[in-house]
């Protein structure tokens, strides 16, 4: 399914739009999302973008028809999308060429749009003052309004009384669509094969963080090094660089290099039950790999690198074991446990030497590659 939702700055596309991509399992967009990931881009394209954006005018129509176009190529969005924030034009309507299903009209009235804006909780950005939004507001109705009678002559408007609750208006959105909300409040619960994300990477590379990224996209995560942590409590050892590799290696003989994934099959197993998407926080041989292939068939592999002096000092700046680290380590990761291959084999490769907020974005292209790209 394949909808466009439409309104004034403060009409609710953002909370409609997330909530009913979690419900029709197809992802939600904005303008400002696709604009913001091409301008990371070192393309001449991508420089075009974030000139752009930071001299504060709009990306032409007819470049930004093509971006867009281009953009919604990608696998994850080829079932369905929600796009918010494009067209915004009569023009823009009537070249994108992408048949779109439903465009969804929250309508609210100015004074509505401007009280909801003054009050909300998030920071408000410099270009959020009373003038820039009522100047934002006038041209939405100069120039949108137009693309609003061109879906309702076509029959694909849906209009919407957006100044009813979220959940009311998330109701009503639903019932025009033909869904329905189930007991649990999921409609269309996404169904499709069973993914095992595994995330590999040298001490301080930011798995760990990577790890807490996904769980608060609700996936369930699986740590593989849990297990030497619970031996060394079990047998009373300190958890160091030493007693850590000593573990590691003697799973390793008796089970083979493969153990640290066979030894946490259960937990894998039961994760799945709950979610057709679990992580693997840690996944290091080369012959982990080939099991988890083997036993999982559809298995992505993020490698997460980053500068041995950042790692470094990341661990050191870590609350628990910040003391399992050094070369040493990292030559035993690499050779000994033949990390080297599993990395080298990665689907996707996330460079983390810059700001925990790129990072954040680079993860979140990979959550809605796999999410929605791996049906």
């Known amino acids: 399914?394949?909808?466009?939702?439409?309104?004034?700055?403060?009409?609710?596309?953002?909370?409609?739009?997330?909530?009913?991509?979690?419900?029709?399992?197809?992802?939600?967009?904005?303008?400002?999302?696709?604009?913001?990931?091409?301008?990371?881009?070192?393309?001449?394209?991508?420089?075009?973008?974030?000139?752009?954006?930071?001299?504060?005018?709009?990306?032409?129509?007819?470049?930004?028809?093509?971006?867009?176009?281009?953009?919604?190529?990608?696998?994850?969005?080829?079932?369905?999308?929600?796009?918010?924030?494009?067209?915004?034009?009569?023009?823009?309507?009537?070249?994108?060429?992408?048949?779109?299903?439903?465009?969804?009209?929250?309508?609210?009235?100015?004074?509505?749009?401007?009280?909801?804006?003054?009050?909300?909780?998030?920071?408000?950005?410099?270009?959020?003052?009373?003038?820039?939004?009522?100047?934002?507001?006038?041209?939405?109705?100069?120039?949108?309004?137009?693309?609003?009678?061109?879906?309702?002559?076509?029959?694909?408007?849906?209009?919407?009384?957006?100044?009813?609750?979220?959940?009311?208006?998330?109701?009503?959105?639903?019932?025009?669509?033909?869904?329905?909300?189930?007991?649990?409040?999921?409609?269309?619960?996404?169904?499709?094969?069973?993914?095992l994300l595994a995330i590999v990477g040298l001490p301080g590379a930011g798995k760990s963080a990577a790890a807490k990224f996904f769980k608060a996209k609700k996936l369930p995560v699986v740590r593989l090094g849990a297990l030497t942590d619970e031996i060394l409590k079990e047998r009373g050892l300190s958890n160091n660089v030493a007693n850590n590799q000593l573990i590691r290696e003697e799973l390793r003989r008796k089970h083979g290099m493969d153990a640290y994934l066979k030894l946490n099959l259960p937990k894998i197993r039961e994760c799945f039950k709950q979610s057709r998407i679990v992580v693997v926080d840690g996944l290091r041989s080369y012959e982990e790999y080939k099991t988890a292939k083997a036993l999982f068939k559809h298995v992505f592999l993020l490698a997460i690198i980053a500068d041995k002096k950042i790692r470094y000092q990341r661990l050191r700046n870590r609350p628990h074991r910040s003391n399992l680290r050094g070369e040493e380590r990292d030559v035993t990761e690499v050779v000994n446990i033949n990390m080297g291959s599993t990395i080298a084999l990665a689907d996707h490769t996330i460079n983390n030497n810059g700001s925990f907020a790129e990072f954040e974005n680079r993860l979140e292209e990979v959550y809605r590659q796999v999410y929605y790209g791996m049906t």
Request: no cysteine; aromatic share 6%; charged share 30%.
């Open 1 to 195: 399914m394949k909808l466009v939702i439409i309104g004034i700055q403060g009409a609710g596309k953002s909370t409609q739009g997330n909530l009913l991509s979690r419900q029709l399992g197809i992802p939600y967009l904005s303008t400002g999302h696709i604009l913001r990931d091409m301008a990371k881009e070192k393309t001449a394209l991508g420089r075009y973008i974030k000139e752009t954006i930071n001299a504060g005018v709009l990306v032409p129509d007819e470049k930004m028809i093509p971006i867009v176009e281009d953009y919604l190529k990608k696998p994850e969005y080829q079932k369905g999308y929600i796009l918010d924030g494009f067209p915004r034009t009569i023009h823009q309507v009537k070249k994108f060429k992408n048949n779109i299903d439903k465009a969804i009209y929250l309508k609210v009235s100015d004074r509505e749009a401007l009280w909801r804006l003054a009050y909300r909780d998030d920071i408000s950005r410099e270009d959020e003052t009373l003038k820039a939004i009522r100047k934002r507001i006038e041209l939405f109705h100069r120039v949108t309004t137009a693309v609003i009678e061109y879906y309702q002559k076509r029959g694909t408007l849906i209009e919407i009384d957006g100044t009813k609750s979220i959940k009311q208006v998330n109701k009503d959105i639903l019932a025009l669509l033909g869904k329905t909300i189930g007991k649990n409040g999921i409609v269309n619960k996404r169904a499709g094969r069973k993914i």
